[in-house]
């Protein structure tokens, strides 16, 4: 799960993260409020959105008064914002964060991982932050350095004064970076996150560090033990189909083809998409409607998949183990009629009663074909999706 940029300041804030001053808004009235009361010679009015990238596009304005202040809020209020890490639908501005500015004498970069490879947390930074992290990391990788954290010893000191000595910091700086390591190791701990970032992490011409960007991203697993977290979801932030899945016990992500694909089990659903685009066809979704298949489950996965226009045919991909072949047909058929999917179907089953599965499937006046195995299942599909295209 992710939060907005301001909420991860608030968190910041409790694990002694020196940030910038600012505040939420919501309207240009409210920003202008906000402004006029963090002294300095101007302001910086940020979009919040889920994304990165927001600089570039026009989402992160510098406003020298506060008439500036109100009407950057009101260009930005209301509209959505486009960018390298989202759709070309871009994603609303429904809130603001507004910050004094600061001087800024250099921008490094911050950030805390897990790294599966080595299962261990991992502080990744560079001398070289800011908005062009990426092309760093492209470019001139050797500017980049990771240091793993022990999982039983905890971050110790020699630790963090290695990435200060990377990052060209001295005296004072080097006690200041230590704390803001120790703060973000504990938030990452305490609150389950899968990945804090600082990009950038500034020092200011006083020479004081200071997080002029945060992201925080969280493990999606452990939010029931954390309902403080889950109170911070935006869910205008994230596709309403996804939305939607969860309230019904299904993993779905909305993809850019054309062929819906339902499936029980991430492992399986990754190797259907991975067959379908093997045979010339593109997956419009990935869609797990996990081990526990009832006739609920798969009517609300046909929902999700035929609200897609982009949709032109439907790939079933089951494994019957826990729930047996004969009765995912027989949920299939029953949902193909109660949510009255006319797009074609193509059916591959697998498993106890298979063959039971199958002869329910045959013949059934509608527009459906059972596939005896998954590579006949993914070319018929993509014939259809073809088709109908």
């Known amino acids: 799960m992710n939060i907005h940029e301001y909420q991860a300041k608030q968190l910041f804030q409790q694990y002694a993260i020196p940030i910038p001053e600012g505040s939420y808004a919501d309207t240009p009235e409210h ?102 992290i990426e092309a760093v990391a492209h470019e001139t990788p050797e500017k980049i350095i990771s240091v793993a954290v022990h999982p039983a010893a905890g971050l110790q000191g020699y630790s963090c004064r290695k990435v200060a000595y990377t990052l060209g910091l001295k005296g004072q700086q080097i006690k200041a970076l ?32 200071m997080a002029l960007d945060a992201k925080i991203n969280f493990d999606d697993n452990a939010l029931a033990l954390h309902p403080e977290i889950l109170a911070m979801k935006d869910p205008s932030q994230e596709d309403d189909k996804e939305n939607e899945a969860q309230r019904f016990g299904l993993n779905y992500i909305t993809l850019e083809g054309n062929i819906g694909c339902m499936v029980n089990g ?82 591959r089953l697998e498993g106890t009663n298979v063959e039971e599965g199958r002869a329910l499937l045959t013949n059934t006046g509608l527009n459906l074909y059972a596939a005896e195995d998954l590579s006949h299942a993914a070319e018929k599909v993509v014939e259809l999706a073809k088709a109908v295209a």
């Not at 899968?194 to 950038?200: D, F, G, L």
């Open 266 to 347: 991430a492992g399986l659903a990754m190797a259907t998409m991975d067959l379908v685009k093997l045979k010339g066809g593109f997956p419009a979704n990935f869609l797990d409607v996990g081990g526990g298949t009832n006739v609920e489950k798969v009517c609300e996965a046909f929902k999700l998949i035929i609200s897609d226009s982009n949709v032109k045919a439907v790939l079933v991909n089951i494994f019957g183990g826990i729930v047996k072949c004969d009765v995912i047909a027989q949920g299939i058929l029953a949902a193909i009629e109660q949510v009255h999917v006319t797009i074609p179907v193509v059916v």
């Open 178 to 209: 230590e704390k803001i390591m120790h703060g973000m190791y504990k938030l990452f701990v305490d609150k389950d996150a899968s990945q804090i970032e600082i990009n950038p992490l500034i020092e200011t011409d006083s020479g004081d560090l």
């Open 31 to 132: 920003a202008k409020q906000v402004a006029s009361e963090l002294a300095g010679n101007g302001w910086v009015v940020k979009a919040q959105v889920h994304a990165g990238g927001r600089g570039k596009v026009g989402g992160v304005k510098l406003a020298k008064s506060l008439a500036e202040v109100a009407e950057f809020s009101h260009e930005l209020l209301g509209k959505r914002l486009v960018t390298i890490q989202t759709d070309s639908l871009g994603l609303p501005i429904n809130s603001l964060l507004i910050e004094k500015i600061y001087p800024i004498k250099r921008e490094l970069y911050l950030s805390l991982i897990l790294d599966r490879a080595t299962e261990r947390v991992m502080f990744i930074a560079s001398n070289a932050g800011g908005m062009d």
